[in-house]
C-alpha cells in the first residue's frame, strides 16, 4: 500500500513563498494498493493535480471516500477532469447530512450550480455513483476494506480505516477529541465525563496499532483555548491518540492556513523535544509525501 499527501492545509489554499515546503492545498489522500486499487480520500484542492496525473492512464477507476463536505475537503472535486470523460468509473462516498437532510449527491451537486461554477454535476460525463455510508459499514475496494467510523466535528464527519494484505492506515478527517461541556463541580459533569470517555474509547479501540495515521491538529496548545469547539485537534491531542492506541506513526496535518512553513518547523521541534512522547513516530504532513506500508 502506498499513501501519497496530496493536499495537507486546512480551511483554504495558500499558494505562496510561505508555503512552499508543506503545501497550500487542502486535504487529499491517495492511496494505491499493492494490487493498484485507487483509493482517494477528501476531494481538497489538491484532488486537482491529482485527476491531473490520472489522466495520463485512461480509463480511470478510482473510488473516493468523503470525511465531510466543508468546502476544504470538496472544493477541488468540480476541477477533478477524470469526473468529465466517458468510460471513467468513479464510485463516491460519504455521509447523509441529517441535520439539513441531504444526500451526498445533492450536496455535491449543489456547489456546481449555476451560481458557484460554469458546469453542472449533470454534465459530468464519466460514470459515477454516490453513495451514502452508515457508521461501520464496511466497503471492499478490490484488495482493501475501508470503514468509516463517526468521530467529533461540528458536521457529521467520517474517519476512514483503510485495511489492505495485513496493512492498515487511518485518516481522521477533522477531529476535535470531546470535551466535557460542564465544569466539575456541576451535577451532570460526572455523567458526561462518561459519554466523553465512552467516546475516545470507541475511537481508541478502532486505531488500536494501526500502521499509520494522518490526524487533524490545527491548532498549538497554546492556540486551542481560543479555538474550543471549532472542530480541531492539537498536536497534543493526537500525542495522547497515539499513546492509547500504540499506533506506528502519526502525520500531524490540517495546517492552518496561517502557518508558515518555518512556523510548521518550529513547532515541530518544540513537539519533538518533549520528554513524555510515546514509542510512535511523528511527522509534519507534506504535500508529495509518499508513505509505503
Not at 451514502?132 to 467520517?158: C, D, Q, R, W, Y
Request: aromatic share 10%.
Amino acid at each position: 500500500m502506498i499513501i501519497n499527501l496530496r493536499g495537507v492545509r486546512g480551511s483554504i489554499p495558500v499558494p505562496g513563498k510561505d508555503t512552499v515546503k508543506y503545501g497550500g492545498n487542502t486535504t487529499c489522500i491517495e492511496i494505491t494498493t499493492d494490487e493498484g486499487d485507487k483509493i482517494i480520500i477528501d476531494g481538497g484542492s489538491g484532488i486537482r493535480p491529482l485527476g491531473n496525473e490520472l489522466m495520463k492512464q485512461l480509463p480511470v477507476s478510482c473510488s473516493i471516500f468523503i470525511t465531510h463536505t466543508h468546502w476544504d475537503h470538496i472544493q477541488g472535486l468540480p476541477f477533478f477532469l477524470p469526473l468529465f470523460v466517458p468510460g471513467n468509473n468513479i464510485d463516491i462516498y460519504g455521509s447523509f447530512d441529517p441535520v439539513y437532510m441531504k444526500d451526498l449527491k445533492t450536496i455535491l451537486a449543489q456547489q456546481m450550480e449555476y451560481c458557484y461554477f460554469p458546469v453542472r454535476e449533470s454534465e459530468l460525463n464519466a460514470n459515477i455513483s454516490y453513495n451514502n455510508l452508515k457508521e461501520g459499514e464496511a466497503i471492499t475496494v478490490g484488495s482493501a476494506i475501508v470503514t468509516p467510523l463517526l468521530i467529533n466535528h461540528p458536521v457529521l464527519n467520517f474517519g476512514y480505516k483503510v485495511e489492505s494484505n495485513g496493512k492498515s492506515f487511518f485518516f481522521t478527517g477533522d477531529y476535535e477529541p470531546p470535551l466535557n461541556i460542564y465544569e466539575p463541580e456541576d451535577e451532570a459533569y460526572a455523567e458526561y465525563q462518561r459519554l466523553v470517555d465512552q467516546q475516545k474509547k470507541i475511537l481508541t479501540d478502532f486505531i488500536q496499532g494501526v500502521d499509520v495515521v494522518v490526524a487533524d491538529c490545527q491548532y498549538t496548545r497554546d492556540e486551542y483555548p481560543s479555538k474550543k469547539g471549532w472542530g480541531h485537534g492539537t498536536h497534543d491531542s493526537c500525542i495522547e491518540m497515539a499513546r492509547d492506541a500504540n499506533l506506528g506513526a502519526l502525520y500531524f496535518t490540517h495546517h492552518d492556513p496561517t502557518r508558515t512553513d518555518q512556523e510548521l518547523d518550529s513547532i515541530y521541534d518544540d513537539v519533538m523535544s518533549r520528554s513524555d512522547l510515546p514509542p510512535t513516530k511523528f511527522f509534519i504532513a507534506m504535500e508529495g509525501t509518499e508513505i509505503k506500508l
